[in-house]
């Protein structure tokens, strides 16, 4: 038996894939290792998928100079399969990993890919890959990662991933599942990243999901939760990701939360959530994005301590008070977004030291005085939106400069000449002024 020699139905399982997901038209990615799939003189050293390195195919480590090669990884990234996965698949027995995602993968999951027991990791994820999950994903005892994202499953799911106990991860995020998040996932404590959003889950959050003790990142936003969050959620030290936005929570944010101090990223924006208290999660040292718009939290922010890792904040649409707080000691903020509030006072000067600034939004406020001069100099703005306040003053001059492509000053006191400056931004796309006191004739700049 020559070196590295791959079983036949190993063969013949790679074949049945490459031939019922249209392998010839498959594209081949030159930035990944190994050659084109080619199903000539086999088991010779020139096409031996294991020695030759096939592009996408794992083999054991030992292969070179094993009598026997076996097939235990095969990772297809955005290559261009379509068609269907074949019942051959079951020849894979000692398959580890099927990375396959953002393909374009169709019908359901054949019955004898949930045969392969060895499997650690099975990513389908972003296909158009449809029909329910059968309650024997149960087999796959051994899984750690399980990625179904962005296709057209329904029924119900929780029920087999709860059997999974050394799931590490899982992503069922945007397909048709119906169901709750069941209390039962605190079996699962391993369990380190939760992606349920866009899936249509209903019912509230169990309390059971913060003793899950190594949970890092929860995605479970856009579903139609209802409900309270629970304080039990204070309990997961380790958590970085925790996204709820898009729901239909109701009450405050426990205070608990602010015992997450590894938190990175928090969003619970468009539920209808109230309190005072939202203010201190905003102390959370390695927060980096604060997303709360689309609630009813009141307070006033002047004098709220910021972490200076933010990089994005959005508050709109709340009801909150006061002058606008010290932005200017989070260096590296990209996007500041404060629309519709009750803000008072005038716009910080400081802002112009905010060099990767991006987006600036502070529509609908009471906001008043003039646009400072210093904000000419930040070269990164792409949106400048300050409309529906009580600014003054003229304008030339003092807008951002360089990447400008939205612009929305409209409903205030500005006067003087329009800011023509702004038009020599080829990447500028929308102008809106109306209800202001500017006067003076049109420039051909506008026309360029």
Known sequence: MLSGYVPQHQIEALQALYSSTNGPNWNWNPNVTGIPWNFTSINGTTNNPCISSWQGVNCTDSCSSASVCDIVGIELIDHGLTGTLPSEIVGLADLEWLVLPFNELSSTLPSALFTLGELTELKVGAN????????????????????????DFYGTVYPSILTLSQLRSFDISSNHFTGTIPSGLMELQYLE????????????????????????????????????????????????????????????????????????????????????????????????????????????????????????MRLDINYFTGAIPNVCVCSNFIEITMGSNQFTGTLPSCLSSLKQLEIVDFDNNWLTGTVPTEYSTLANVVTFVVSTNYFSGPLGNVLPKGKLSTVVISDNGFHSSLPFDVFNSSLLTTFIATKNCFEGSFSTQICQ
């Open 128 to 151: 158009k890959l449809e029909g329910t999950i059968p309650t024997i994903l149960s087999n796959l005892s051994n899984l750690q990662k399980l990625g179904l994202g962005t296709n």
């Open 193 to 312: 990243t939760i992606h349920s959003s866009f899936a249509n889950f209903h019912g509230i959050i169990p309390s059971e999901l913060g003793y899950i003790k190594n949970l890092t990142i929860v995605f479970l936003g856009t579903n139609k939760l209802t409900g309270t969050f629970p304080s039990t959620l204070g309990l997961l030290e380790k958590l970085k990701v925790f996204s709820f936005g898009s729901n239909s929570l109701t009450g405050e944010v426990p205070q608990s939360l602010v015992n997450l101090t590894n938190m990175e990223f928090f969003s619970c924006a468009m539920n209808n959530l109230h309190g005072q208290d939202i203010f201190t999660i905003m102390k959370i040292p390695s927060l980096k994005f604060f997303l709360i718009e689309g609630n009813s939290f009141t307070g006033n922010f002047e004098n709220v301590h910021l972490s200076t890792e933010l990089l994005s």
